[in-house]
């Protein structure tokens, strides 16, 4: 059983494309985040959801749109693509998030997502 | 937010013991410090945490300087899947995690 799902896995588009990501998680936690690791393989936190609210949006440009249907799921929504979206993106999950500073985060595999 | 310093890059012996330090001088007192590990071509995944005493899991143990301004992951007997990039990251909650740039370990056989 995985813990943390992502699909797809690999994600080739052309520039100005909208496209989606989808995260799930059966572990039963209450918090799920995205993370974006880029070529230089620095990993950066973009949302976070505690209960289906946001908690976090770093400074992530408004074409990037989480939506979290149910405390399971927390898909990316990407508008307008462009070149230097090209990253991996990372998917993750915790029980607690905020208030809970021991919380383990399980991740995803990845989506490694191409721009061209 | 506390920030830490690690070495670029370690090599070891398979089988050998391994010390990763981590230099974390301006963390808070109620930061834990986590562990994490990311494998080639795989999500990161944890390893371990503590906030002040010394720490064991199955997977490696942590020391936790006094003063917790520096900690050290030992990896008891590294193995070649031990490969990989190790973070080390001072933790409150979660708009305080943030990956550094890690230190990757390479096992030599």
């Known amino acids: 059983d995985t813990a943390v799902s992502q699909t797809p896995k690999y994600l080739v588009t052309q520039m100005g494309n909208d496209k989606s990501i989808k995260c799930e998680q059966n572990l039963g936690h209450d918090t799920m985040y995205w993370y974006k690791q880029d070529s230089k393989k620095f990993l950066k936190i973009m949302f976070s959801?505690?209960?289906?609210?946001?908690?976090i949006n770093e400074t992530v440009p408004n074409r990037f749109s989480p939506k979290s249907p149910d405390k399971a799921h927390l898909n990316l929504h990407i508008n307008s693509l462009e070149l230097g979206d090209s990253a991996v993106y990372f998917c993750a999950s915790s029980q607690g998030g905020q208030g809970n500073p021991r919380g383990e985060q399980f991740f995803g595999p990845g989506t490694r997502l191409t721009v061209l | 937010d506390a920030k830490t310093t690690q070495p670029n890059s370690m090599e070891s012996n398979e089988e050998e013991p391994v010390h990763l330090p981590c230099n974390h001088s301006t963390i808070s007192g109620t930061d834990y410090i986590h562990w994490y590990r990311q494998l080639p071509s795989q999500g990161p995944e944890y390893v371990i945490h503590g906030l002040t005493s010394n720490v064991n899991n199955r997977m490696a143990s942590l020391a936790i300087a006094e003063d917790r301004k520096s900690s050290t992951l030992i990896l008891h007997r590294a193995t070649l899947r031990d490969a990989a990039v190790y973070y080390c990251i001072p933790y409150y909650n979660f708009n305080k995690f943030y990956f550094g740039s890690g230190t990757k370990l390479n096992v030599k056989p």
């Open positions: 959801y505690n209960n289906k609210e946001l908690i």
